[in-house]
């Protein structure tokens, strides 16, 4: 080797912490709220519950983006 940093390395190498790191910030911003502690939802034991809320067409319904499984406390944890 002559002592010189190939450029292609560097820009490779620098691709791959820009990835690694983008794909380790998303997964922690991915995490589902927790219940909030107020007096609505500490009556929360069950899906049916959440939904009369957040189901199709209530009150306050569900971001669209939100998965549409039915099982509200395998993801929000009570808090």
């Known amino acids: 080797m002559n002592g010189r940093i190939n450029p292609r390395l560097v ?5 791959i912490v820009v ?4 794909l380790f910030s998303y997964t922690l ?8 502690p ?3 939802h500490r009556g ?3 899906p049916d519950v959440c939904l009369s809320c957040h189901g ?11 998965p549409l499984n039915d099982q509200c406390f ?5 808090a």
């Open 19 to 22: 990835v690694v790191g983008g």
């Open 74 to 78: 395998n993801c929000h944890e009570r």
């Open 29 to 36: 911003r991915r995490q589902p709220p927790p219940l909030p």
């Open 44 to 46: 929360a034991a069950t």
């Open 38 to 40: 107020d007096r609505d």
């Open 56 to 66: 199709p067409g209530a009150v306050n319904a569900r971001d669209p983006n939100h």
């Open 11 to 15: 820009v490779f190498l620098a691709l």
